[in-house]
């Protein structure tokens, strides 16, 4: 291992280590650690700015720019309120409700976007219910990254599979679907067993809720109509990007545009509401990452991996599954899965069968980013929404429950992988 791998491994360890720990503040933490890999030639400029998913930067953007326009209509309140209402002010009930809307939304739109739409309306109903609104962030996380995994568009490993393998929208609905929904099913057991039955809202705060009417939230009619129509625009050109031939940043960034000039909202409020701090995480650790990737260190894992398995289809499958989940959860899956693509296409080359490992791959890739705080893009924006309301989500705290429904999601996702692909 040579000198410029050596340091990019530390380099990479102390910068998690910084986020785990949370004694310097992530962002602050992945900016330093990229340019201290800038500053000793670990990596060139040129080379670091071709790691930073400006793709993924550019969705964030302008989906933050698009909901704090949104925002302004009161859409989120009537949304938020309705839902309750529907359940009756049982918290339970409203939970599973926002999880089921947030994987759906998810499987449709993206997870980032998806969470930016949630996490409003979950503060709002949490506060009418005086309901603690962790447990709801958490499992809204969660739910964005198993929905996200359903479709070719949910997530953006399943966008760089499909077009590799030549995979299209229905093949990921036959395939991923069904083991996104028995995943989902699994997950809100579980928080009925961690949380349903610790629910508690006194009957003057449900006598409350039911006495709102949502319509009473719509601050603005027009912006409500333009926000409806608009927000049914940006989901078809999420979904027809790519026979578009334009990016999906250019989707959000159109969107958001568009809206500000039709409502004449001004811009400096929108821009005032943009997580910032989440753009500077998510740009450092990409450069992080990124150097990992362009000194060798993710190739020789990436390589170590394949030639464990012994050149079998069905060992190679589930090795590729619980591997990509692990290092999903602490690497961003973009890179790995950029990594992954050239070795089963040169395992193809040579006659072999890497169909099972395709979807392995983006199972794992996918339900991976539940395992820690930092697995996913969704994981970060929720957690600055829910600290900007007053709701602090840290890294150990989410662990303590992600890691673990992250692995059984790979266990069910193992079992399902084989009855689909059982070993010849």
């Given at each position: 291992?040579?000198?410029?791998?050596?340091?990019?491994?530390?380099?990479?360890?102390?910068?998690?280590?910084?986020?785990?720990?949370?004694?310097?503040?992530?962002?602050?933490?992945?900016?330093?650690?990229?340019?201290?890999?800038?500053?000793?030639?670990?990596?060139?400029?040129?080379?670091?700015?071709?790691?930073?998913?400006?793709?993924?930067?550019?969705?964030?953007?302008?989906?933050?720019?698009?909901?704090?326009?949104?925002?302004?209509?009161?859409?989120?309140?009537?949304?938020?309120?309705?839902?309750?209402?529907?359940?009756?002010?049982?918290?339970?009930?409203?939970?599973?409700?926002?999880?089921?809307?947030?994987?759906?939304?998810?499987?449709?739109?993206?997870?980032?976007?998806?969470?930016?739409?949630?996490?409003?309306?979950?503060?709002?109903?949490?506060?009418?219910?005086?309901?603690?609104?962790?447990?709801?962030?958490?499992?809204?996380?969660?739910?964005?990254?198993?929905?996200?995994?359903?479709?070719?568009?949910?997530?953006?490993?399943?966008?760089?599979?499909?077009?590799?393998?030549?995979?299209?929208?229905?093949d990921f609905v036959m395939v991923d679907a069904p083991a996104a929904i028995i995943c989902l099913i699994?997950?809100?057991?579980?928080?009925?067993?961690?949380?349903?039955?610790?629910?508690?809202?006194?009957?003057?705060?449900?006598?409350?809720?039911?006495?709102?009417?949502?319509?009473?939230?719509?601050?603005?009619?027009?912006?409500?109509?333009?926000?409806?129509?608009?927000?049914?625009?940006?989901?078809?050109?999420?979904?027809?990007?790519?026979?578009?031939?334009?990016?999906?940043?250019?989707?959000?960034?159109?969107?958001?545009?568009?809206?500000?000039?039709?409502?004449?909202?001004?811009?400096?409020?929108?821009?005032?509401?943009?997580?910032?701090?989440?753009?500077?995480?998510?740009?450092?650790?990409?450069?992080?990452?990124?150097?990992?990737?362009?000194?060798?260190?993710?190739?020789?894992?990436?390589?170590?991996?394949?030639?464990?398995?012994?050149?079998?289809?069905?060992?190679?499958?589930?090795?590729?599954?619980?591997?990509?989940?692990?290092?999903?959860?602490?690497?961003?899956?973009?890179?790995?899965?950029?990594?992954?693509?050239?070795?089963?296409?040169?395992?193809?080359?040579?006659?072999?069968?890497?169909?099972?490992?395709?979807?392995?791959?983006?199972?794992?890739?996918?339900?991976?980013?539940?395992?820690?705080?930092i697995g996913a893009s969704a994981n970060v924006v929720m957690s600055d929404i829910a600290k900007k309301?007053?709701?602090?989500?840290?890294?150990?705290?989410?662990?303590?429950?992600?890691?673990?429904?992250?692995?059984?999601?790979?266990?069910?996702?193992?079992?399902?992988?084989?009855?689909?692909?059982?070993?010849?």
């Amino acid at each position: 291992m040579g000198t410029t791998q050596i340091i990019a491994i530390v380099v990479f360890v102390v910068v998690m280590v910084a986020i785990v720990t949370e004694k310097i503040h992530r962002a602050l933490a992945a900016v330093v650690g990229a340019m201290v890999l800038l500053i000793l030639h670990v990596v060139s400029f040129d080379a670091a700015m071709e790691h930073v998913d400006f793709n993924t930067l550019g969705v964030l953007l302008g989906m933050m720019l698009f909901v704090a326009v949104v925002k302004l209509s009161g859409l989120f309140e009537y949304l938020a309120i309705k839902c309750a209402r529907l359940a009756k002010g049982n918290p339970w009930l409203v939970m599973v409700l926002f999880v089921c809307l947030t994987a759906v939304l998810s499987a449709l739109l993206d997870n980032v976007t998806t969470v930016l739409l949630i996490g409003p309306m979950t503060v709002t109903v949490c506060r009418l219910l005086d309901l603690d609104p962790l447990p709801f962030f958490l499992a809204e996380i969660m739910a964005s990254n198993i929905g996200g995994t359903a479709t070719l568009i949910g997530d953006p490993p399943n966008i760089m599979i499909g077009s590799a393998a030549g995979l299209s929208f229905a093949d990921f609905v036959m395939v991923d679907a069904p083991a996104a929904i028995i995943c989902l099913i699994v997950m809100i057991g579980l928080f009925y067993l961690l949380f349903g039955r610790k629910f508690k809202v006194d009957e003057e705060h449900k006598r409350a809720l039911m006495e709102r009417d949502e319509r009473e939230e719509i601050k603005n009619p027009t912006l409500l109509r333009q926000s409806v129509i608009m927000i049914i625009l940006v989901t078809a050109g999420f979904m027809l990007h790519g026979s578009l031939g334009v990016e999906s940043c250019v989707v959000a960034l159109t969107a958001a545009g568009i809206l500000m000039l039709i409502s004449g909202e001004r811009i400096e409020e929108a821009l005032a509401h943009v997580e910032w701090t989440t753009l500077v995480f998510f740009a450092g650790l990409f450069i992080v990452v990124g150097a990992l990737s362009e000194v060798g260190v993710i190739g020789m894992l990436a390589q170590a991996l394949i030639d464990v398995t012994g050149g079998s289809t069905f060992i190679a499958m589930l090795v590729l599954l619980i591997a990509s989940a692990i290092i999903s959860s602490f690497l961003d899956n973009i890179p790995f899965v950029a990594t992954m693509i050239p070795i089963l296409l040169s395992m193809e080359a040579t006659g072999m069968d890497v169909m099972p490992l395709w979807w392995a791959v983006s199972l794992g890739a996918c339900l991976g980013g539940n395992g820690t705080l930092i697995g996913a893009s969704a994981n970060v924006v929720m957690s600055d929404i829910a600290k900007k309301h007053g709701t602090e989500i840290t890294f150990m705290g989410f662990l303590k429950y992600g890691f673990p429904i992250m692995l059984v999601t790979i266990a069910v996702s193992a079992v399902y992988l084989v009855v689909r692909f059982p070993p010849m």
